[in-house]
């Protein structure tokens, strides 16, 4: 059996749909207010759940408030079949939360309030160990502490797991990170606050990927939104399209990718295309409203 484990945040997203982002100072009538499941790590290890094949199991390493919210969200990730020995509930935390703007054209604006996210530290991570050793891919994001996410790396590296950090959202962070990390998948704004190479098009793109293969990671895709994404690895380096679609919210586009990269290579498929398959699942994330609500089932990117 394959074993994909995900180390990351949990979020209530408190979503407003308003006709364009909002500027400073500006106040906006929204036309829709909903309450949504999200975090980055819940939307990646969702993805993981609903895209994998029945011979993985999906473990999840995250902290959640001792409150109705949270109770919600794991209720739910046990009914997309995910693993709750890495889930624990912390009373003297909230659940994290996001609060968001989705525009008409489908861009958004996030600003989070970490809760028991914060909580996840170091040694909390301790009892976790075995699941980190048991795994063959563990991915995290940066929405915990970063040291923590550093422990979970170095933990993984000395017993041979396959690291991928999605580094979201854009955060300065040490470079001894990178040097634990196999896979690195950054968006374009991710990109330039690592490497301070402003990423516009694929020369662009190629520069930023060469810096940060010089801090570590082998391989380094930097995804582009509609563009698709620059991959750049061992034997390739070059602009993967996506698919076209007209793009209705693009909440966790960035998390179903990852989370559909990590089960595609588990499967042994090729970088190209674990891409290609990343591709599938995130673009049809964006035609649905909402975080975890809009991530795809497998059978829908075979159909
Ligand atoms: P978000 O923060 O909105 O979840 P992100 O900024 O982390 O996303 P993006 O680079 O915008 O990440 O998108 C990630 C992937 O989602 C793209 O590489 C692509 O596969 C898919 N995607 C995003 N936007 C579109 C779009 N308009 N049409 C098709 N696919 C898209
Ligand atoms: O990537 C999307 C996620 O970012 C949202 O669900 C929100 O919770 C923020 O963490």
């Known amino acids: 059996m394959t074993r994909l484990l995900i180390l990351g945040s949990a979020n209530a997203d408190h979503v407003m749909n308003v006709e364009y982002l909002p500027c400073a100072g500006q106040t906006l009538l929204s036309q829709n207010y909903r309450l949504e499941h999200g975090g980055k790590g819940a939307n990646q290890a969702v993805a993981v759940a609903r895209l994998r094949n ?8 995250c902290h959640l408030g001792n409150d109705a919210i949270g109770e919600a969200m794991a209720n739910s990730w046990l009914s997309d079949g995910i693993e709750s020995d890495g889930v ?55 929405e915990n ?66 810096m940060l293969h010089q801090f570590g990671p082998k391989t380094v895709i930097i995804t582009l939104g509609q563009q698709g994404a620059l991959l750049s690895c061992e034997g390739f380096s070059g602009i993967i399209p996506t698919v076209e679609v007209k793009p209705i919210d693009t909440v966790a586009a960035g998390d179903t990718f990852n989370g559909a990269l990590m089960v595609a290579l588990s499967e042994g498929k090729d970088m190209v295309s674990a891409v290609k398959f990343a591709h599938q699942a995130a673009s049809l994330t964006v035609t649905r409203e909402g975080a975890q609500r809009s991530i795809p089932y497998r059978h829908e990117i075979e159909d």
């Open 54 to 61: 029945s011979n993985t199991r999906v473990d999840f390493i």
């Open 88 to 142: 624990s509930k912390q009373s003297d935390f909230a659940t994290g939360t996001a609060m968001i703007f989705v525009a008409n054209n489908g861009e958004n604006m996030i600003g989070i309030s970490a809760g028991a996210n914060a909580s996840l530290t170091p040694k909390t991570l301790e009892k976790h160990r075995q699941l980190i050793f048991d795994a063959d891919y563990l991915l995290v994001q940066l």
């Open 145 to 210: 502490p970063v040291v923590t996410i550093v422990s979970a790396l170095a933990i993984a590296k000395e017993h041979g797991v396959t690291t991928i950090l999605n580094p979201a959202p854009a955060t300065v962070v040490g470079k001894e990170l990178f040097r634990l990390v196999d896979i690195i998948t950054p968006n374009e704004t991710e990109a330039e606050a690592l490497t301070g190479i402003e990423v516009t098009d694929e020369d662009s793109a190629k520069f930023a990927a060469q």
